[in-house]
């Protein structure tokens, strides 16, 4: 049989027939599977994939589904014979296939050939051509699909361009203007393609429209993204106005990279799609590490450092977005310093530790490692400092910011970083890094209880980022405005708690396209939980929240709010110490509460002893997202509860 998802889902028997797949259930569960590359999916996985809310009975409508595929599948397979497509493997489910046998496997084969060998680009060719729209084009709801959508489409793009790479090269290709020129409109923020259409108008004796296109491209760049062409682009257009021999074969930058233009173009171009937020946000990471690994393909060792640290996006979160990818940059920066050694350039070396510092958020680090990183923050800006470079400054102080985060009770430090961020940048016309500066004083001051100094800051950044253009900012504001509302929630005459949460969830809905699963996860039912503290209200205790990382403070008392106590004992005993990171003080309170709560003497004064130093500061408003009311309301309870004696009829 045959199997095509790159478009709707369908299937084909051995004589060509199409299958009946039954219904938009059965053909998605045949469609995760296809995606998962002849891997099990667990039973659970499916489920979970196939209903963001699962019904009662959802295990055994996915079993349902599996048979009816299978009965379509393998009609004519004998009755107790096990099935050899859509087989059971373990606690879920597998599809046996040869790749052939399924469109996007050849794809995906064909474009890894190719990368590997010129020779490929007739099957790369021939890959390309089965394409009738969007990958797993009939499921658009499903979370996995979108994902893969979202991979596919990219690899599409690389296989054009690397497919008309290879036959320009070849001093072939005169015939795919029109192909490329249809490319560039639909895609007109890739640059390497703008080279290949103009490459390919220069092989067809279109010289003046070749040096048209390049002259569109440096328009489109500067004007939509405010990036000057790069090298490449630069010298192609030399080449072309001095008709050079160069571009009769001009050879590959370098090879199996998704840019064709160089991964310093990449990386540049990565770090403007990644201001813009929602999905540039993900493609400029993939972009990214891809241009990070082809630098180090080369050898060149300044080229790696460059394209490493070329990426100074200001961050403002403390857990990273994709910590898997973090720690692979962060590795990669790791073994360019040291292959650069001290005597490097002061230059490149402090980018490279600003990056580790960046990237080494303080919530997805302990010990050495979180050492390591707050080493790299304070060399990477004394080294900025001494260079007297204003933009390496701002970068190395983001770091300094990020590893901040260390123990609770550091807002007012963490103000005079962002004062010095904002009076450098605008000094210098750093505008990024501006916003970046008031955000952090935005939070600093919700920390410390300064709504009106938090307001003026939040207004600030949004001024910015509408001359700028970065819709992310009002996305972290609007959580601001809806903390604000929360505060003010507890005064007479202020909002209620319905319209704080209401705004709460209004900001959440926002979050939801931003980009940044890092932030959002977990984070509503946190803050709905710091406004029933903050009314003196029992946690929430709907069973549909994801609490996502914060689930293990946020468990004791949720299970309290079921009346629970002995598992509420069970789990604040199980609760690690918060991490550090925005929401520490947060995470400390909830224990503290708890502790009180079931009266845990012993973890009530690691509690009390934790919040001293942030005594004069509010409980997750250093995230300038959330708050649960001032922090010594909690700490002076931990510690009024340590210094009593046990009591015997404690919840």
Known sequence: MRIDVLGAVRAWDDDGRPIGLGGPRHREVLARLVAAEGRMVTADALVDDLWPEPPARALGALRTFVAALRRAIEPDRPPRTPPRVL???????????????????????????????????????????????????????????????????????????????????????????????????????????????????????????????????????????????????????????????????????????????????TVDLARTLALAGSDALVLSRRNRLAAIEAAERTGDIALTARVIGAYDVPAIWSRADDPEQSRAVVSAAERTLTALGPSGPADLRARLLATIAVESRTADTRGAAARNARRAAHQAEALARELGDPALLAFALNGVFLQSFARPGLARERDEIGAELVSLATRHALPTFAILGRLVRMQSASARGDLTGGAAHATAAEELAAVHESPLVSVLTRWFWARVTAARSTEAGGPTAAAAAAAYRAADDALRTGGMPGLRHGLLPLALLGLRLLHDRPAPTDPQYDWGPHLPWAAPLVLLARNRPEEARTALAAAPEPPPGHLQEALWCLTARAAVRLGDRETAVRAATALRAARDEEAGAASGLLTLGPVERYRAEAEACAATAPAADAV
Not at 207 to 230: F, K, N, S, Y
């Open 87 to 265: 087989v059971t493997e373990g606690t879920g489910y597998a599809l046996r296939l040869p790749r052939q046998a399924v469109d996007v496997h050849r794809f995906e084969d064909a474009l890894a050939t190719a990368r590997r060998s010129p020779e490929g680009v007739t099957a790369l060719g021939e890959a390309l051509s089965p394409w009738r729209g969007p990958a797993y084009a009939d499921l658009p709801d499903a979370a996995w699909a979108q994902r893969e959508r979202t991979r596919l489409e990219e690899l599409r793009l690389q296989a054009v361009e690397l497919r008309a790479g290879i036959l320009l090269d070849d001093g072939q290709g005169c015939d795919l203007v029109a192909e490329l020129g249809a490319h560039v409109a639909e895609h007109p923020w890739r640059e390497p393609a703008w080279g290949l259409l103009a490459r390919a108008l220069y092989r067809a004796g279109r010289q003046a429209d070749a040096l048209a296109t390049l002259r569109r491209a440096r328009t489109m760049l500067v004007e939509q993204l405010g990036l000057d062409p790069g090298t490449a682009l630069r010298r192609l257009e030399t080449d072309i106005l001095n008709r050079s021999t160069s571009l009769e074969a001009a050879p590959r930058v370098w090879p199996g990279a998704d840019v064709r233009l160089g991964p310093r173009t």
